[in-house]
């Protein structure tokens, strides 16, 4: 049997709010070293891409490879019903999950584990021209900001500094984030770069990653896709790659 624990439910919830954004079922593959999921939306514009170590679980218990076909929406609602000190147990064994819920009742949630086919996706090789780090939530602001006026935005980097701009016949705006303005974290800038991306998977991804980890890192090129990466405390990381929207 598969087994792990981890501490605090509503954290995982979190994740699995952040993965579903993306697709509605997958696999998550399960081996000693630890925890993953990769996966592609049904559009193939949006891929993502979550790893957890052993050593981030409590408790982690697994023999060899095995795959856990799940419906994202299933696991959220139960996530939701977690309490603020559950601590969230995935068992898996008898081609069923089984979620439990630790806390004053220790609750329990069966599910048939999907057989979900598919061909394994390749970590992409990318050469990025840009490298940032910032604030989560003031990503997240600048692309309100921005889907007031337009359906995509356009991010430019030169001379250090990043700018996030959204241009439509309602109107235009435009974000600067810069280290001296505390906006950027860090910056680098092999060479000026711009790209445009959809508003509507920026905002579903952001909204939901910027409560898995305060600082996110965002990497492009010129037309290329979007890198960004949310760290999970415990060495875990939860990245998305969004293919670029040709203007």
Known sequence: MVKFTFPDAREWRYIIESLATIVDEANF?????????RALDPGRIAMVDLYMPAGLFEEYSVEAETKIGVVLDDVDKVLKRAKSDDKLVFEVGGGRLTIVLQGRAER??????????GQELPTPRLNFAVAAKMLSDT??????DASLVSESVKL?????????????DKGEI???FTIES?????????????????IDFLEKIVSKAYRVSDI???????????????????G????????????
Do not use: H, Q
């Open 29 to 37: 593959v399960a081996t000693p070293e630890g925890l993953s999921l």
């Open 108 to 117: 329990r949630f069966k599910f048939p584990l999907l057989d979900i086919a």
């Open 139 to 144: 990503f997240r602001d600048a692309l309100k």
């Open 156 to 168: 430019k980097a030169e001379d250090e500094s990043l700018y996030l701009s959204a241009k439509s």
């Open 174 to 176: 435009e974000s600067k």
């Open 182 to 198: 505390g906006s950027l974290l860090e910056i680098d800038v092999r060479e000026p770069a711009e790209a445009s991306y959809g």
């Open 216 to 234: 996110m890192a965002l990497k492009f090129a010129t037309n290329m896709p979007l890198e960004m990466t949310f760290d999970i405390a415990g």
């Open 236 to 247: 875990g990381t939860l990245k998305y790659l969004l293919a670029p929207r040709m203007e």
